[in-house]
């Protein structure tokens, strides 16, 4: 029989955890399971990505997350080092339908912009209001349920235990883990008497860290890296045994053949679990939801648009009247053929909205004296977004295409690239939530990773290589743009020599 994995960290639980999702994925192919779940540390920031990863590869996405319960609460911070810094009660969820993929996106946001201390922290209240559509496991030995057992007693534990099984009745499953920790044993033998007695099925685990048993050195560096340590610390954090990796369907079920029925549940749960993103058309197109924007009196945003571009566009040849560089009346009807054109694509492709709500913003900051940028990018090259006022360039002059910014061909959704006075950028943010509403409104992330060079410094270090030795290396590394060591090691070869003679090097 087969097996499936439901606790498995990826790299975005950051310096945590060595597996991408193209080697998981692939891992479970070879081991002919028919799904894969992610449940990173208190964040959703690879749900997307790992979700068509899994499809390309042909197995069952299935979204979840780890999270990091505050014991004395979300709000807590710096009071007590020992429960608030180090966050040790935690819960993995597991995404049912979209509506459980939401209520896990809120959850982990609120983790952030309400209860981080070091780490994302929720606590109870947040996991009753978002409950719905979510399967709850009980997680590894650093779980709610099993931390509670092992240092405040069983009869805390079964509170715990109750607590869940009324807020999850059914969804929530005991989570055996057996990777070589002293505790192990211990923990299952109370979580399988537990589930007795309560009637709450058990679910096998592996907490996976790494994709194979020989990333395991990998894995431990990425922690040393991110805790300042090096592998040769005796204080350093380790997971404790060699035994996170994604372990096949029959290695599972025989470190588990006394509780098939722990294996049998992972089927179970993948089952239940039908989450679907409909972000394509069956061609392949990008589904976008944009925007709209309020307009007065039954007017459409189409004639919106209309109405402030020929207003703006006037204002700006009485701009250049006044400047002393009046635009020649027979240059005037080309630059209102060019909005008409403009208007008539932007129409087409149904971003009016967008275009409306940007130069709303744009107007407020502007009419609060928050400086805003004249404008960057290919948003440069649309005469609507000149006449609008979001930009401050006459694309006409420079024959500036619109068609680079938009156009019916483009897959990717275009955008303005705009610049704030840092000082005040966050009262733009402030109007544009209160005005479209805090759901409406979010922030990107750009995620810094480490570049070749970087690399072979940071894991130098970790790996008690002196400055020098690692400047030797550092040096021999190509400079290029995104270079992966793969490609450094095919560009320079005294880089292979050095790796075939010195060990550490090879390391």
């Given at each position: 029989?087969?097996?499936?994995?439901?606790?498995?960290?990826?790299?975005?639980?950051?310096?945590?955890?060595?597996?991408?999702?193209?080697?998981?994925?692939?891992?479970?192919?070879?081991?002919?399971?028919?799904?894969?779940?992610?449940?990173?540390?208190?964040?959703?920031?690879?749900?997307?990505?790992?979700?068509?990863?899994?499809?390309?590869?042909?197995?069952?996405?299935?979204?979840?997350?780890?999270?990091?319960?505050?014991?004395?609460?979300?709000?807590?911070?710096?009071?007590?080092?020992?429960?608030?810094?180090?966050?040790?009660?935690?819960?993995?969820?597991?995404?049912?339908?979209?509506?459980?993929?939401?209520?896990?996106?809120?959850?982990?946001?609120?983790?952030?912009?309400?209860?981080?201390?070091?780490?994302?922290?929720?606590?109870?209240?947040?996991?009753?209001?978002?409950?719905?559509?979510?399967?709850?496991?009980?997680?590894?030995?650093?779980?709610?349920?099993?931390?509670?057992?092992?240092?405040?007693?069983?009869?805390?534990?079964?509170?715990?235990?109750?607590?869940?099984?009324?807020?999850?009745?059914?969804?929530?499953?005991?989570?055996?883990?057996?990777?070589?920790?002293?505790?192990?044993?211990?923990?299952?033998?109370?979580?399988?008497?537990?589930?007795?007695?309560?009637?709450?099925?058990?679910?096998?685990?592996?907490?996976?860290?790494?994709?194979?048993?020989?990333?395991?050195?990998?894995?431990?560096?990425?922690?040393?890296?991110?805790?300042?340590?090096t592998l040769q610390d005796p204080s350093r954090f380790r997971l404790g045994s060699d035994q996170f990796y994604l372990k096949s369907a029959e290695q599972m079920r025989e470190?588990?053949?006394?509780?098939?029925?722990?294996?049998?549940?992972?089927?179970?749960?993948?089952?239940?679990?039908?989450?679907?993103?409909?972000?394509?058309?069956?061609?392949?197109?990008?589904?976008?939801?944009?925007?709209?924007?309020?307009?007065?009196?039954?007017?459409?945003?189409?004639?919106?648009?209309?109405?402030?571009?020929?207003?703006?566009?006037?204002?700006?040849?009485?701009?250049?009247?006044?400047?002393?560089?009046?635009?020649?009346?027979?240059?005037?009807?080309?630059?209102?053929?060019?909005?008409?054109?403009?208007?008539?694509?932007?129409?087409?492709?149904?971003?009016?909205?967008?275009?409306?709500?940007?130069?709303?913003?744009?107007?407020?900051?502007?009419?609060?004296?928050?400086?805003?940028?004249?404008?960057?990018?290919?948003?440069?090259?649309?005469?609507v977004a000149y006449s609008l006022g979001i930009t401050d360039l006459d694309p006409m002059p420079y024959n500036l295409l619109f068609e680079r910014f938009l156009n019916p061909?483009?897959?990717?959704?275009?955008?303005?690239?705009?610049?704030?006075?840092?000082?005040?950028?966050?009262?733009?943010?402030?109007?544009?939530?209160?005005?479209?509403?805090?759901?409406?409104?979010?922030?990107?992330?750009?995620?810094?990773?480490?570049?070749?060079?970087?690399?072979?410094?940071?894991?130098?270090?970790?790996?008690?290589?002196?400055?020098?030795?690692?400047?030797?290396?550092?040096?021999?590394?190509?400079?290029?743009?995104?270079?992966?060591?793969?490609?450094?090691?095919?560009?320079?070869?005294?880089?292979?020599?050095?790796?075939?003679?010195?060990?550490?090097?090879?390391?």
């Amino acid at each position: 029989m087969s097996f499936v994995h439901l606790h498995v960290h990826s790299q975005y639980s950051l310096l945590e955890a060595a597996c991408d999702f193209d080697s998981l994925c692939a891992r479970a192919v070879d081991y002919n399971m028919p799904a894969l779940a992610i449940t990173d540390y208190g964040n959703m920031f690879g749900a997307i990505e790992f979700y068509f990863a899994a499809q390309k590869a042909g197995i069952k996405p299935i979204i979840g997350i780890e999270v990091f319960i505050a014991p004395k609460g979300r709000l807590v911070k710096g009071e007590d080092q020992n429960s608030v810094r180090m966050p040790n009660r935690r819960l993995v969820l597991l995404a049912m339908s979209y509506k459980g993929y939401q209520n896990i996106c809120k959850i982990s946001s609120i983790g952030y912009q309400e209860g981080f201390y070091y780490k994302p922290r929720i606590d109870y209240e947040v996991l009753e209001k978002y409950s719905d559509d979510l399967i709850a496991l009980s997680g590894g030995t650093m779980g709610d349920v099993p931390w509670t057992f092992k240092n405040l007693g069983e009869e805390k534990a079964y509170e715990r235990i109750d607590f869940y099984k009324n807020l999850y009745g059914d969804r929530f499953y005991l989570e055996l883990t057996r990777m070589g920790l002293a505790e192990n044993e211990e923990i299952n033998q109370f979580l399988i008497r537990a589930g007795r007695e309560r009637n709450i099925k058990i679910v096998a685990g592996n907490d996976v860290h790494y994709t194979h048993p020989q990333d395991q050195v990998a894995q431990e560096v990425l922690i040393c890296i991110g805790s300042n340590k090096t592998l040769q610390d005796p204080s350093r954090f380790r997971l404790g045994s060699d035994q996170f990796y994604l372990k096949s369907a029959e290695q599972m079920r025989e470190i588990f053949k006394d509780v098939p029925e722990a294996c049998d549940a992972t089927l179970e749960i993948t089952e239940r679990c039908n989450l679907k993103f409909q972000l394509k058309t069956s061609d392949g197109k990008p589904i976008y939801h944009l925007p709209s924007y309020p307009t007065e009196n039954g007017v459409s945003t189409s004639q919106e648009m209309a109405r402030l571009s020929k207003q703006g566009l006037e204002k700006r040849f009485s701009e250049f009247a006044e400047r002393g560089e009046p635009i020649d009346e027979d240059r005037k009807p080309v630059y209102y053929e060019r909005l008409q054109y403009e208007l008539k694509i932007i129409e087409q492709m149904d971003f009016n909205g967008y275009f409306l709500i940007v130069q709303d913003f744009i107007s407020w900051a502007k009419e609060n004296d928050i400086p805003v940028g004249p404008g960057r990018g290919s948003g440069a090259g649309s005469l609507v977004a000149y006449s609008l006022g979001i930009t401050d360039l006459d694309p006409m002059p420079y024959n500036l295409l619109f068609e680079r910014f938009l156009n019916p061909e483009r897959i990717s959704m275009p955008d303005f690239d705009i610049d704030f006075c840092q000082e005040n950028r966050g009262r733009v943010i402030d109007y544009v939530t209160n005005k479209y509403g805090q759901g409406s409104v979010s922030q990107i992330i750009t995620y810094g990773k480490l570049q070749a060079k970087a690399a072979i410094r940071d894991v130098g270090r970790v790996i008690g290589m002196t400055y020098a030795e690692v400047d030797v290396v550092s040096k021999l590394m190509p400079d290029k743009l995104g270079l992966t060591l793969k490609e450094a090691l095919e560009l320079e070869p005294r880089l292979r020599e050095m790796m075939e003679d010195d060990p550490k090097i090879g390391t």
